[in-house]
């Protein structure tokens, strides 16, 4: 069988108003061309600073967004591969039943009136779970399954704290039995404490009902602990792309050199050699992107070349690929 997920030149453009009536309108590119192969099973991480678009690619994936162009094949329960960027809003609800996403913050995304029940049950009634009993039985399941008790489920969010509540997101993410589930930044608002036991929750979940994982998180800790492969975005598009072991011991991008610098380390001599490479300036509005390699306007290596002419993503070793002109002659630090 052939991948379970595979973006192709996906694309996602916003309008942007401005001014006095809204008159100076931007085209805002925050997902530009992005390829992405994800195989069932495997959890695959998105990195990248916030604004990159990472959040929008999940979206598009999931399509809470239409794409503005591009390809999202998705391999079905039953082996067909259909398009799912070009499904009509008619069309989405079983490939939604199969593709879900996990929220970023388990404060909001909880309707504080609803409790648990309705909240776990809602996408249920959603796919024609029409039997309040079926129903009862099977949120039960799912509370027991994320590590909450089943009588929980008269209760109200406000009754849980923020790790359980990521728990109750999990189970209402796995009410229709998914095969691929997009974490956006599952674990970030979480204390150190509680976000490893919801790591290990989602890592046993996987291992349990054979989930596929797209991690999206700004924290390469999460996805050096979860994920086998990683991308990472910058400006809308995908930089560098390979197993996480690859990644972040033979990085090819200085962007993900920025990244793996800024990773915190224990030893307090070790941090003070890292400062030594940065990231330069603000991540620049996707609006105006320079027009050659998006990362030239930050990067320390720049020169006019990058500065007018796109890098292609490219293949540096089997598996790895890296979007920079100067990738075979930098010998960038690892983690
Ligand atoms: Fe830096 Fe040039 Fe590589 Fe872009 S193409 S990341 S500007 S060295
Ligand atoms: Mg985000």
């Known amino acids: 069988a052939g991948p379970l997920l595979e973006v192709r030149d996906l694309s996602m453009h916003f309008i942007k108003r401005a001014g006095l009536r809204a008159k100076i309108v931007s085209n805002v590119r ?42 999202i094949h998705y391999r079905r329960r039953d082996g067909q591969v259909i398009d799912a960027a070009k499904l009509r809003r008619s069309q989405l609800k079983p490939y939604q039943g199969e593709v879900r996403l996990v929220f970023q913050d388990p404060y909001s995304s909880l309707n504080p009136r609803m409790n648990l029940l309705q909240i776990i049950s809602e996408p249920l009634l959603l796919h024609g ?21 089943p009588e929980f489920m008269r209760r109200y969010p406000h009754a849980f704290s923020g790790g359980q509540r990521q728990r109750v997101s999990i189970a209402r993410a796995l009410a229709l039995d998914p095969r691929l589930v997009i974490a956006d930044e599952a674990v970030s608002a979480l204390d150190v404490s509680v976000r490893a036991q919801i790591l290990n929750l989602l890592e046993d979940l996987r291992a349990e009902a054979g989930l596929t994982y797209l991690m999206i998180t700004h924290d390469l800790g999460v996805v050096d602990y979860l994920c086998q492969r990683v991308a990472v975005m910058y400006l809308g598009r995908i930089v560098e792309f390979g197993t996480t072991e690859e990644v972040y011991g033979n990085p090819r991008h200085p962007y993900t050199e920025t990244l793996l610098a800024a990773i915190p380390k224990p030893d307090p001599r070790q941090r003070g050699q890292r400062t030594a490479v940065t990231a330069r300036g603000e991540l620049p509005d996707p609006g105006d992107a ?24 490219r293949e540096t070793s089997t598996g790895h690929l890296a979007a920079c002109h100067r990738t075979d002659e930098l010998s960038l630090r690892p983690a």
């Open 30 to 71: 925050a997902v530009e061309g992005v390829d992405l192969t994800i195989h069932e099973g495997e959890t695959v991480g998105l990195v990248g600073e916030t604004g990159c678009g990472k959040s929008t690619l999940g979206r598009c994936i999931v399509r809470a967004y239409e794409p503005t162009s591009g390809q």
């Open 129 to 149: 779970m029409t039997d309040r009993v079926e129903r009862e039985q099977r949120v039960a399941d799912l509370l027991t399954r994320v590590g909450l008790r």
């Open 290 to 313: 320079p027009p050659g390699c998006p990362f030239s306007s930050r990067c320390p290596y720049a020169t006019d070349l990058c500065r007018n002419e796109m890098p292609p993503l």
